[in-house]
């Protein structure tokens, strides 16, 4: 009965080469959000939808990309991969009328 | 904006003691507060949230306190037991607002058997 699901679980890409993250919802709400969360840190907001209203952190690097083609689906694309962006991705949603955030399991990237 | 402080880092107990997890928040207007837990490799949990016209909120062995004036929050948890071991993050946001929370750097609690 997973509400937010992401794949795959565990990713493994070359330097340089796309890559992309996928997760999907059954739980119809309104806002989807994609998180970087490094080892020991706080989950880093990267940009979320209301929709289909895309907003960008002002931080987060050109070098990813998102897509929300439905409100079930939203994919997280990284153009070229460096060493850096080995991390664990997070998606996560809610109602955007009620606050509590339902996280996936996340997909751990490693970039080689 | 909103800044969240987290204290401590890293806590270790022993099973069965209590643990305590405080965060501070600086925006008055935040009236939201979200405790999640992330046991590792895995995606964070809500355990227990708490608005800002409550000042306590229990759910059996973890409850949430909430002071509006003094801007900060705790989480209890009693009873400690080793399945507790996990990163637990709390976060504040603004009910009905932006719905960006924003979170604290995570306390890494180990309970010990």
């Known amino acids: 009965d997973a509400m937010v699901i992401q794949n795959p679980r565990y990713q493994v890409t070359q330097f340089g080469k796309p890559v992309t993250l996928s997760c999907s919802q059954t739980?119809?709400?309104?806002?989807m959000y994609w998180y970087q969360q490094k080892s020991s840190q706080a989950p880093k907001l990267l940009f979320h939808?209301?929709?289909?209203?895309?907003?960008n952190e002002a931080d987060t690097p050109d070098n990813f990309q998102s897509r929300r083609p439905n409100t079930s689906f939203c994919f997280l694309d990284i153009r070229s991969p460096g060493l850096g962006d080995a991390a664990m991705y997070l998606c996560?949603?809610?109602?955007?009328?009620?606050?509590?955030?339902?996280f996936g399991s996340g997909t751990q990237l490693s970039v080689l | 904006g909103e800044n969240v402080e987290q204290h401590p880092s890293t806590l270790s107990v022993q099973e069965g003691d209590s643990a305590v997890i405080k965060c501070t928040y600086s925006?008055?207007?935040?009236?939201?507060f979200p405790w999640y837990k992330q046991e590792l490799g895995k995606g964070p949990q809500l355990i227990i949230d708490?608005?800002?016209?409550?000042g306590e909120k229990k759910d059996q062995r973890i409850a949430v306190t909430l002071n509006k004036t003094a801007k900060h929050f705790s989480l209890h948890i009693t009873e400690t037991q080793p399945e507790d071991s996990a990163v637990y993050f709390c976060?504040?946001?603004?009910?009905?607002?932006?719905?960006?929370?924003?979170f604290g750097r995570g306390t890494s609690l180990i309970v010990h058997p």
């Open positions: 996560a949603t809610s109602s955007g009328t009620a606050e509590k955030l339902f």
């Open positions: 739980l119809n709400h309104n806002v």
């Open positions: 939808y209301y929709d289909k209203d895309f907003n």
């Open positions: 925006d008055s207007a935040s009236n939201y």
């Open positions: 708490i608005r800002s016209n409550v």
């Open positions: 976060a504040a946001s603004v009910a009905g607002g932006s719905y960006i929370p924003t």
